[in-house]
């Protein structure tokens, strides 16, 4: 049982991009519009009073039943420099029968801010929530199962191992801190932010052999610059570091904002995940909606043994506000 467990914990792990050491969240190519999943110090930072973000993940359709991966945020600002926010995000791993869910709260505080008009800033955040982890049984394959006769699989044996416990929640927690410049009509604004989830390090359910096993700690360091060409043209490079237990993702990139009309921009650009996937990125900005869409092109090892089976992703951003404006005021987001 313990076998089982571990190899249905490293298939996730190897068909999410990274590699199986002890890596056990998913992740996003397109995480700079999944604000909440990157940091809580992120919650309410935006050009608007309210923000929701919904974001799909699917990968591996061509050898397996696809791996799928939506995530969906929604967070607003209030008069106090308190932002709160909600976060769910599930990951159906094919045919192995894992799901992974887990669904927070998050609370900012957005008051600290210094320079010019105070247009630097720092906000500082905390997410509290539950992972569920489960599997379906039904879906398991074990060796007994194929006939030592023939040596084929025969699905009409019933497997030989039973588990236990298929099913497990524990209590979740993050922090992050995150700084930006928002001084309008600067040539270059930075931005830069660090968190921490699982810090309470929640029990794995399955596997216990003794001393039981517990989730790493997933560090992320991310930051970037908004470049101001000129009003209607900017490029805005970004780096993302994140690291759990002995697995690290390094990505890069850059993507350009050109402005088509006054409610409209049009946004392209690519990162680059060391050692696994380039992921090229085309989006359009239209009033107070972003939609973008991603496709991870592999460069790795296991991408060449795999084919074509790259992984796509599609989101889109909605940020409101509860008066209308007259027009697009100049603040520089740290997220999009």
């Given at each position: 049982?313990?076998?089982?467990?571990?190899?249905?914990?490293g298939?996730?792990?190897v068909?999410?991009?990274i590699?199986?050491?002890?890596?056990?969240d998913?992740h996003y190519?397109q995480?700079?519009i999944?604000?909440?999943?990157?940091n809580p110090?992120?919650t309410?930072?935006m050009?608007g009073d309210y923000r929701v973000?919904?974001i799909?993940?699917r990968?591996w359709?061509?050898?397996t039943s696809?791996?799928v991966?939506?995530?969906?945020s929604?967070?607003?600002?209030t008069?106090?420099?308190?932002?709160l926010g909600v976060?769910v995000?599930?990951?159906?791993?094919?045919?192995?029968?894992?799901?992974?869910?887990?669904?927070n709260?998050?609370?900012a505080y957005?008051?600290v801010?210094f320079g010019?008009?105070?247009?630097?800033?720092i906000?500082?955040?905390?997410?509290?929530?539950i992972?569920?982890?489960r599997?379906?049984q039904s879906?398991?394959?074990?060796s007994n199962?194929f006939?030592?006769?023939?040596?084929?699989?025969n699905?009409?044996?019933?497997?030989d191992?039973v588990?236990?416990?298929?099913?497990?929640?524990?209590?979740?927690a993050g922090?992050?801190i995150?700084?930006?410049d928002?001084t309008p009509?600067k040539?270059?604004?930075?931005?830069a932010?660090?968190s921490?989830f699982?810090?309470?390090r929640?029990?794995?359910?399955?596997?216990?052999?003794?001393?039981p096993e517990?989730?790493?700690?997933r560090?992320?360091?991310?930051g970037g610059?908004?470049?101001?060409i000129?009003?209607v043209?900017?490029?805005?490079p970004?780096?993302?570091?994140?690291?759990q237990?002995?697995a690290?993702e390094?990505?890069v990139?850059?993507?350009?904002?050109?402005?088509i009309?006054d409610d409209?921009d049009?946004?392209?650009?690519a990162?680059y995940?060391?050692?696994?996937a380039?992921?090229?990125?085309?989006g359009?900005?239209?009033?107070?909606?972003?939609?973008?869409?991603?496709?991870?092109v592999g460069t790795?090892d296991?991408?060449?043994?795999?084919?074509k089976?790259?992984s796509?992703e599609?989101?889109?951003?909605?940020?409101?506000?509860?008066?209308v404006?007259a027009?697009?005021?100049?603040?520089?987001?740290?997220?999009?």
């Open positions: 049982m313990r076998n089982l467990a571990i190899l249905a914990l298939l996730m792990s068909l999410s991009g590699a199986t050491k002890a890596q056990t998913p190519s995480y700079y999944y604000p909440l999943w990157l110090g992120l309410g930072v050009d973000t919904a799909y993940r990968q359709a061509d050898i696809p791996y991966t939506p995530g969906v929604a967070d607003f600002t008069s106090k420099n308190v932002n976060n995000m599930n990951q159906q791993v094919g045919e192995g029968g894992y799901n992974y869910l887990t669904a709260l998050s609370m957005s008051g801010r010019v008009d105070g247009n630097q800033r906000s500082m955040g905390m997410s509290l929530g992972i569920n982890r599997f379906d879906k398991f394959t074990t199962q006939d030592p006769s023939t040596g084929e699989f699905p009409n044996i019933q497997p191992e588990m236990s416990k298929t099913s497990g929640t524990s209590f979740d922090a992050g995150m700084y930006y928002a009509g040539k270059m604004n930075l931005f932010g660090l921490a699982h810090l309470t929640p029990e794995d359910p399955f596997i216990t052999d003794g001393v517990r989730m790493p700690v560090y992320t360091a991310h610059a908004m470049f101001t000129s009003e043209l900017s490029i805005t970004n780096l993302l570091y994140m690291r237990g002995k690290s390094k990505m990139g850059a993507y350009v904002q050109s402005k009309n409209a049009f946004l392209l650009g990162n995940r060391f050692k696994d380039l992921v090229p990125y085309a359009v900005y239209y009033k107070n909606f972003v939609l973008g869409v991603s496709y991870d790795s296991l991408s060449k043994i795999s084919g089976s790259n796509f599609l989101s889109l951003s909605i940020i409101g506000s509860k008066a404006k027009k697009r005021v100049p603040f520089v987001c740290p997220a999009m």
